[in-house]
């Protein structure tokens, strides 16, 4: 274990791409090396790359990871409406009721969007949708947006909450 301020560092692999600042001889911090991560996470989940995130988590990249504002990379999978990814993602330790600096959650997105099959996905892993946000927001309220939102709202209720 890594006590508290200490530096963890990996080499960097040969024709590694992308900036990184170095803690000299070549080395990138954990700290790095996870931001660089998250960075290729979010980047997979944005693009629609199911295959190469299937890849990237498979080889220890993180479900959890976060981009600007907090957002997850489920959140992104969920409002972009990506099953695969939203199912990757649950599979490899994503928390359904993560939320960004806003307190928006990834079936806060999808209620939003319309996406009832990733809604009914999200609620089934743990998704709350009376959590709100800081503006008192929940996903009953998002789901007031899409034109399919009273059968959003209806699968919320049907799953008791």
Known sequence: MIASGQKRTFLKPVGCRGPTSLDGGGRVTLNERM???NHDILGLVASGDTAGLQAALVAGGDAMARGSWGVSALMRAAAL???????????HGA???RSSDAGNTALMAAAARGHLEIVARLLD???DPVHQNKWG?????WAKWPSNGTE????MQA???
């Open 125 to 127: 892993a743990g998704g």
């Open 35 to 37: 931001s660089e991560t």
């Open 81 to 91: 409406g990506n099953r695969d990814a939203v199912d990757l993602l649950l599979e």
């Open 95 to 97: 928390e359904a009721d």
């Open 137 to 141: 927001v929940s996903a009953y309220d």
């Open 152 to 155: 959003i709202e209806q699968l």
């Open 159 to 161: 799953q008791g909450a």
